[in-house]
């Protein structure tokens, strides 16, 4: 008899890249293998995000696509989960006769019951955030990754007038510190060397009902024995107290890397933007992260065109870019979500002042890019390798300043998961080419 698979498409952010590692994990508990190929799944997930505009319409059609299979095998199940799924909820069955079912993000560990209900001849939207339950670890399919993610911190209670995210993923919840450590040691003992702390907002963790807070939470899993390298994303800038700071001043396993969204380098935009702080707040809260850490490298997000942005504002956002330099950004235009206050705004800035004021950013950053990753040819990194390049032969890892190697495998290729040392030789703006040494440990320069 054929093995039943599944496939699952994944869009967005790392919490849906967990979320569908939860949902793998719970198909294999049924006996599903996994596949590439859609075409050979008899469940096939999309994992949708919202965070963009026209999100919906790519979903709609991207299910479309899907649906072809279901006419080659009428037993195959299709079911739409995340942020869209969240969003859309019965509409999206209403609009697609194919789609077996929806899953919301609140409710990822009911895919099994969920599934069982569309055998039983139902129709199952699982959404809301009313029922909210722990989920089990052992149900989360780590299998083929390179690091293993753990949940601190589910949702958001900030209101960010542009941000589609407190609606699609509810309120915020942190999970208890003793659970917390329990999976860091479950995920070090399976072989991960690489640990990634995710929240919306995860330094804004609390024990519930307790006094711990974030810099309590980063000190007691950098200290657990195993854990090589410890990150954490996303950080709100708010929400830095110096007892955080000074974790990277302490732990050497916690990586020199951060990813501080500013969104706006102009202090009239970010009120707009609701983010409770200033560019001045910003960059002390930077300098205190450079002083306790020199090697740091920063990345952030960055929104043009939001509403009311003049051409003044954007020029504070290119010297605030210029200024602290980031070793990468994440730019994009302001997009209108459904549900958020920013679209009421008066002034919207047109699409092409919006899409130029984008590309005067990366031709700003580009060269900053270049010159930051050229300062690291000729030093040897620890690489961790996350799987294959796109020419033949080359493996690509991530320094622990989070940048991208290429370099070539050789006879015997390094494990994904496994840390390699690697010789730089050349810099692009956005990747850096090496040749494999043997392993030691070198701190990332920048
Ligand atoms: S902090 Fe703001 S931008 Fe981040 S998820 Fe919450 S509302 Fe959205």
């Given amino acids: ?27 294999m508990e049924q ?75 609140a409710r990822v560990g009911e895919l099994t019951e969920v599934i069982a209900r569309r055998r039983a001849g139902e129709r199952p939207v699982a959404t809301g955030f009313t029922d909210r339950g722990h989920y089990a670890i052992d149900a989360i399919s780590r299998h ?20 589609i995210v407190p609606r699609t993923r509810g309120p915020e919840i942190s999970r208890p510190l003793r659970e917390v450590l329990h999976e860091v040691r479950h995920l070090v003992d399976y072989g991960f060397r690489e640990i990634e702390l995710l929240g919306q907002t995860v330094n804004h963790w609390r024990e519930p009902g307790g006094k711990e807070d974030f810099a309590d939470l980063l000190d007691a899993v950098a200290r657990i024995d195993g854990v090589e390298r ?42 707009l933007m609701g983010r409770g702080y200033t560019v001045e707040t910003y960059r002390e809260l930077v300098a205190s992260l450079r002083e306790a850490r020199p090697e740091l490298a920063l990345s952030t997000d960055l929104i043009v065109g939001f509403p009311g942005e003049t051409e003044e504002d954007f020029q504070a956002t290119k010297k ?13 235009k302001y997009s209108p979500r459904p549900g958020t206050a920013a679209p009421h705004l008066p002034d919207p800035v047109d699409d092409v002042t919006a899409s130029r004021r984008l590309q005067e950013l ?20 620890d690489v961790l390798v996350t799987g294959w390049g796109k020419e033949p032969g080359v493996q690509s890892g991530r320094t622990v300043c989070h940048r991208v190697v290429h370099f070539a495998s050789g006879e015997h290729p390094v494990t994904t998961g496994e840390i390699t040392r690697v010789a730089i030789d050349r810099a692009l703006p956005h990747s850096l080419l090496g040749s494999r040494l043997d392993a030691h440990r070198q701190a990332c320069a920048q």
């Fill in 1 to 27: 008899m054929r093995p039943r698979r599944f496939f699952v498409e994944t869009w967005g952010c790392q919490m849906n890249e967990l979320d569908s590692q939860r949902m793998a994990g719970q198909l």
């Fill in 31 to 105: 006996g599903l293998l996994p596949t590439r190929e859609a075409s050979e799944a008899d469940v096939i997930l999309l994992n949708s995000c919202s965070v963009r505009d026209k999100a919906e319409h790519k979903v709609y059609s991207r299910l479309g696509q899907y649906r072809q299979f279901k006419r080659e095998r009428d037993d195959v199940l299709i079911g739409l989960c995340g942020c869209v799924a969240e969003q859309e909820g019965r509409r999206a069955l209403d609009r697609v006769p194919d789609l077996d079912f929806v899953l919301g993000t």
């Fill in 144 to 163: 083929g990754e390179y690091k293993g993610m753990v949940t601190l911190i589910e949702g958001c209670d900030k209101k960010c007038t542009f941000c």
């Fill in 230 to 271: 410890l990150r954490f994303v996303t950080s709100y800038p708010r929400d830095f107290t110096p007892r955080m700071v000074d974790q990277f001043a302490v732990h050497d396993n916690l990586c020199p890397y951060l990813h501080l969204p500013v969104q706006s380098g102009s202090n009239r935009i970010l009120r």
């Fill in 320 to 332: 605030m870019a210029a200024d602290l330099r980031f070793s990468s950004f994440y730019a994009f």
């Fill in 362 to 381: 990366f031709a700003l950053q580009e060269p900053i890019q270049q010159e930051l990753n050229e300062r690291l040819v000729g030093t040897e990194q």
